[in-house]
Nanobody
């Protein structure tokens, strides 16, 4: 069992930055693909970023590419999402998730085994 806890959300102005953290407990994240997803009110959960077990490969949707950076520190059992040049349309609850099988499609939320409770990010215009 993996317990994931996100932190770092908050209110930021258009063009600002935030760094989200996802701390894991229960077992090591070594071997897991880690992802960040987000869900805005009235919308479906959407993929935000993913990273391979060793950090060597990352994947982003076009909507955040060049602005968001996912990273991980396996020694600290923590995953990060650096978000720059934030826009009001980035407003959502952000969730981190862990997938035990790297062969699964990384952008598909149904392929993740464990989820955090989410942290709110609000970008004001």
């Amino acid at each position: 069992q993996v317990l994931l806890v996100e932190s770092g959300g908050g209110l930021v102005q258009d063009g600002g930055s935030l760094r989200l953290s996802c701390a894991a407990s229960g077992r090591t994240l070594y071997g897991f693909v880690m992802g960040w997803f987000r869900q805005a009110p009235g919308k479906e959960r959407e993929f935000g970023a993913a990273i391979s077990w060793n950090g060597g490969t990352t994947y982003y949707p076009d909507s955040v590419k060049g602005r968001f950076t996912i990273s991980r520190d396996n020694a600290k059992n923590t995953v990060y999402l650096q978000m720059n040049s934030l826009k009001p349309e980035d407003t959502a609850v952000y969730y981190c998730a862990a997938s035990s099988d790297y062969r699964r499609t990384w952008y598909d939320a149904t392929n993740y085994d464990y989820w955090g409770q989410g942290t709110q990010v609000t970008v004001s215009s």
